[in-house]
Nanobody, 117 residues
Framework: QVHLVESGGGPVQAGGSQRLSCAVSGRFFFANDMVWYRQAPGKERELVASMSRGSSTNYADGVKGRFTISGDKVKNTVYLQMDSLKPEDTAVYYC???????????WGKGTLITVSS
């Protein structure tokens, strides 16, 4: 079983910064990708940022240049550094991974970021 636990959510002023963490535990060989998603009130869940096993990264257009995904293999933790936050970044942020070779999907329970103007 694999567990993902997000932390770092909370209220923040527009223009501010916040760093989210996703602590990964459990037994698996590899994760194909580590991904941050978010779901704003009344909207569908959307991909925010991803990092492949080879450490290449990908970002949603709306967060490019403001958000940075990174990982610490020693701590088994994935981070999402969020800068220049906007009210439209308000959402519950979820951590996700798919294991390799099993292809099993795991989600965290999410952490809420509320950006006020």
């Amino acid at each position: 079983q694999v567990h993902l636990v997000e932390s770092g959510g909370g209220p923040v002023q527009a223009g501010g910064s916040q760093r989210l963490s996703c602590a990964v535990s459990g037994r698996f060989f590899f994760a194909n990708d580590m991904v941050w998603y978010r779901q704003a009130p009344g909207k569908e869940r959307e991909l925010v940022a991803s990092m492949s096993r080879g450490s290449s990264t990908n970002y949603a257009d709306g967060v490019k240049g403001r958000f940075t995904i990174s990982g610490d293999k020693v701590k088994n933790t994935v981070y999402l550094q969020m800068d220049s936050l906007k009210p439209e970044d308000t959402a519950v942020y979820y951590c996700y991974l798919r294991t390799w070779p099993e292809g099993l999907d795991y989600w965290g329970k999410g952490t809420l970021i509320t950006v006020s103007s």
